[in-house]
């Protein structure tokens, strides 16, 4: 029989590339046949802990076409898969996205928990069964916890989150510093890695009538970046706006180590827009909010304001 694919949305992150190797680990151990694989680069953070591992990389396909079985992890949003994946095709979505597209999937068993990390949904399904872990997948599962919580440290962050990592750490033996490796090594943007981390890791979401840009960059040093590069930063949003067809856009910097997000646009409306629902006061281009926030909980938020 075939394989299912096990996978995520185009150039995944660390979530979803753990998530979608340790998932088609557990279904081959439970019987099915399962191949992870991932659609275009993975993010920077999960190529470090690939090599910082010498974890071989999941195989690249070019779209899912040759299999008759999808499975998505950390994946549930049609924009996200780039017409790669058929929807009928896929038969599981393990996600933690309040806002998805599972109703476009009328084929797939779904499971929406809103934990902080679909790492955290994949971990539980061995543990539930009682299945043992590879060191690999074990590690990776960590990375992608780690990394979506911001080391346990965002809003989002549960309970079954931080159970799940320390049943996984008795596997992977990970060192105490591997969390601000982890950060740091997504930490250099200097030259055009600014541009392409923006470009990689960009959402636009339609809201109302608007259909509004999103970059997300999560660093250490965020405030060097944006107040160094602020120009720079607004002329790739702009361009981005502009090539996609967008009525606004903005830039969201979280500073891991400091616990603070730094917000770019110049656009006054979504300033406005964003000064109300975040409670942030912008000083020109650029405002600052204490504490974590990231674009899976803004989105909600600027959805309810502008859904009315
Ligand atoms: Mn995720």
Redesign the pocket.
Known sequence: MKPALVTCYVDP?L??VSGSFAYAEFLQKTGKSAVAGIFGKPHEEAKYILNRFDIPYPQEFPDAYEFDEVILV?SSDLKGLGNKVSPPKVIEIID?RKINDTNAFPNARIQIELVG??ATLVAEKFIESNVAISKESAILLCGGIVS?TLNFKAGVTTDRDREAFEWLNNEAQLPESFWKELFLAKSDLSGDALSERIQGDFAWFEMGRKKVGIAQIEMIGAKELVTERELEILQILNTIKEERDLDSIFQSTLELEDEKNFFVTDDDEMKKLLEKVLGIEFAYNIAIREGLIMRKQIVPLLKAELEV
Do not use: F, I, K, R
Request: no cysteine; charged share 40%; aromatic share 0%.
């Open positions: 992150d979530d979803g950390d933690h990390a679909a979506n």
